[in-house]
């Protein structure tokens, strides 16, 4: 139970099992591409709408008695704010969530509906993790880390696992390669514990593509200051975190950026193609593969990590040639 542990491929198949229990998996859909088919994950289907929803249960599942009754506080731009506010009100616990003021709406009104409390910080002058910390001091609520965290590692890799198993049992055989959207690198380096002989690759937005500088110099650095603005608010994380970055450092994983038109034109195919509503942050997979950015192979995957999107930019995205 120490919170010094490290994210284990035993961890994530204890995960897997307790999440098994209460949701379904998410399916795993074909999708050609050039005269491959590629198979998509579409974690935009689970009921929050994000991949988020496994290490919130997995985390919130894992408290003590005692540690359920102080509640928790967690930090993030909506969906694992939906994640741990979908297990803190299953289980029967008080979350508090710390989220940008710049949050998408439907993501700050779906976390309020799942009955958390919001308190909102400016995403460039303020820190949510200090934010978290002094509520956490003065309440004695537990904080729940966005990637930074064994358990929610471990929770997002069974992900990976269901991929494993779903591409064994409708191809015959385990990916070679997997595409992630990446923020954090919780999903990514998850899914690297849970595919150990796959190759990972991971995606971010342009501008916000720390995980790719790291893993090219061999050590974290955090974004440049003064990023662009983005619609792939999911992903805007400012720092990765050694627990992540060292797994998918010692998988020599590949990073790689693509940009806004790149994304708009993945969440149109995923729209036409699998028909799914896929947010910009959980549509840089596909967007790297239709850019050109990853050669195929047979046996591919990626995430379709996210679909909260609100509505109006989801129509006008949709609606450009």
């Not at 508090?96 to 509906?113: G, R």
Request: aromatic letters at 4%.
């Amino acid at each position: 139970m120490s919170p010094d542990r490290q994210p284990s491929l035993a961890g994530v198949e204890r995960a897997a099992e307790k999440i098994a229990a209460i949701l379904p998996a998410t399916p795993l859909l074909p999708l050609d591409v050039d005269g491959k088919t590629i198979w998509c994950k579409a974690e935009c289907l689970q009921p929050i709408g994000a991949f988020k929803i496994r290490g919130g249960w997995h985390r919130l599942t894992d408290l003590t008695d005692e540690q359920r009754s102080r509640g928790v506080v967690a930090f993030s731009s909506g969906n694992h704010a939906q994640g741990v506010a979908w297990a803190a009100r299953k289980l029967g616990v008080h979350a508090t969530i710390i989220m940008p003021e710049d949050a998408p709406q439907a993501k700050l009104e779906n976390t309020s509906a799942l009955g958390a409390d919001i308190i909102t910080y400016d995403r460039m002058s303020g820190s949510r993790e200090k934010l978290a910390a002094d509520f956490a001091e003065k309440t004695g609520a537990v904080v729940v880390p966005s990637f930074d965290d064994p358990w929610i590692v471990e929770g997002q890799g069974s992900c990976g696992l269901e991929i494993r198993e779903q591409m064994l049992a409708q191809v015959g055989s385990v990916p070679d390669q997997i595409i992630v959207c990446c923020g954090g690198g919780g999903l990514a380096s998850g899914t690297a514990l849970a595919n150990p002989d796959a190759r990972m690759i991971v995606v971010e937005p342009e501008g916000w593509d720390d995980m790719k500088r790291s893993l090219e110099l061999g050590t974290i650095v955090p974004v440049d200051k003064n990023p662009p603005a983005t619609e792939c608010d999911a992903l805007q994380t400012m720092q990765v975190a050694q627990i992540t970055f060292d797994i998918l450092r010692d998988r020599n994983a590949l990073g790689l950026s693509v940009s806004r038109d790149a994304v708009h034109h993945a969440m149109r195919v995923a729209f036409e193609k699998l028909h799914l509503v896929v947010e910009p942050g959980g549509a840089v997979a596909l967007a790297a593969i239709l850019a050109g950015k990853v050669a195929l192979t047979d046996r591919t995957a990626i995430t379709l990590s996210g679909g909260n999107v609100d509505r109006q930019l989801f129509a006008n995205i949709i609606a450009e040639n």
